[in-house]
């Protein structure tokens, strides 16, 4: 999953505050971090590659992001293949409901 920085053009002019619902809703809670370890830990910036879920929701926030089309399913790189085809759903799902990233860009 891979989530644009607010400041990057992809979020502009879409009123976003950078902080999608999911992570709002692992908020305040206790969350696990499920380490990937096939094929690798870390991507080639050395940055921990994991899945995050909410302990008391089972939510998985990385694809409820992708959902809310805050993100979108990086599979440049291989993952799960079962967690890969979820996020691929979240993310076509989020396009045809024309959320975040996919929806219209808003004019002041």
């Not at 899945?51 to 939510?59: E, R």
């Not at 990086?74 to 890969?84: G, L, V």
Request: hydrophobic share 30%; net charge positive.
């Amino acid at each position: 999953m891979v989530s644009p920085e607010p400041a990057r053009s992809s979020w502009r002019g879409r009123g976003e505050d950078g902080c999608p619902d999911g992570w709002r809703a692992a908020e305040n809670q206790q969350v696990r971090l499920e380490i990937q370890t096939n094929p690798r830990s870390r991507d080639r910036y050395s940055r921990l590659l994991a899945y995050v879920s909410g302990q008391s929701d089972n939510l998985l926030v990385n694809k409820e992001i992708i959902r809310q089309g805050y993100g979108h399913a990086y599979t440049k790189y291989p993952f799960d293949p079962a967690r890969m085809d979820e996020f691929r759903a979240a993310e076509r799902e989020a396009r045809e409901q024309k959320r975040g990233l996919w929806g219209p860009i808003k004019r002041n």
